[in-house]
T-cell receptor, first 115, second 112 residues
Framework: DGGITQSPKYLFRKEGQNVTLSCEQNLNHDAMYWYRQDPGQGLRLIYYSQIVNDFQKGDIAEGYSVSREKKESFPLTVTSAQKNPTAFYLC??????????????FGQGTRLTVV | SQQGEEDPQALSIQEGENATMNCSYKTSINNLQWYRQNSGRGLVHLILIRSNEREKHSGRLRVTLDTSKKSSSLLITASRAADTASYFCATAYTSGTYKYIFGTGTRLKVLA
């Protein structure tokens, strides 16, 4: 089955810790995205990557870091510098090219809670 | 900065009725997409309408796009209890790189 997988589903972080959220896709998509969703809110873009070994900051990149060493993988690290990390994190990918654009495919999300 | 804004924020209807949600955006776009999110889950793509299209249908879904007013609407006909979810519009645009910007969503509740 082709798809995009996020793990873990639930993650608990102590104050001052870094944690890494996994995102893997086997859709052969070039572009990948990380979004943060707070309760009752829309999605805000953290980081995105159009191609392997390249990524750009989104609207709320402070306190987060990413890497894109492989096409299939786009892990997100929530660092201790992120002061309010409790949120629902969503990873997405899409196929590049195509006249008029393409849709994004989303993982099932990781719920991060600071304890 | 979020570009899409949905209206209304919440909508409650009876099963069998139609549900209409609206989305407004601020700048020129390549396309506009609608997504559905069940509580605590990821988003599922529903429909994509390109900037040169005015209307699109998919099953019980009808989407319109008015680029002069920078707005779109999603109509769900003959709603079912299973349609209960949050619905988001996402605008896609290219400014150097291709990005999606999501709105804040409409929470739809369909009462059986």
């Amino acid at each position: 089955d082709g798809g995009i997988t996020q793990s873990p589903k639930y993650l608990f972080r102590k104050e001052g810790q870094n944690v890494t959220l996994s995102c893997e896709q086997n859709l052969n998509h070039d572009a990948m995205y990380w979004y943060r969703q707070d309760p009752g809110q829309g999605l805000r873009l953290i980081y995105y990557s159009q191609i392997v070994n390249d990524f750009q900051k989104g609207d709320i990149a402070e306190g987060y870091s990413v890497s894109r060493e492989k096409k299939e993988s786009f892990p997100l690290t929530v660092t201790s510098a992120q002061k309010n990390p409790t949120a629902f994190y969503l990873c997405a990918s899409r196929m590049t090219g195509g006249a008029g654009g393409t849709e994004a495919f989303f993982g099932q999300g990781t719920r991060l809670t600071v304890v | 900065s979020q570009q899409g804004e949905e209206d209304p924020q919440a909508l409650s209807i009876q099963e069998g009725e139609n549900a209409t949600m609206n989305c407004s955006y601020k700048t020129s776009i390549n396309n506009l997409q609608w997504y559905r999110q069940n509580s605590g889950r990821g988003l599922v793509h529903l429909i994509l309408i390109r900037s040169n299209e005015r209307e699109k249908h998919s099953g019980r879904l009808r989407v319109t796009l008015d680029t002069s007013k920078k707005s779109s609407s999603l109509l769900i006909t003959a709603s079912r209890a299973a349609d209960t979810a949050s619905y988001f519009c996402a605008t896609a645009y290219t400014s150097g790189t291709y990005k999606y910007i999501f709105g804040t969503g409409t929470r739809l509740k369909v009462l059986a």
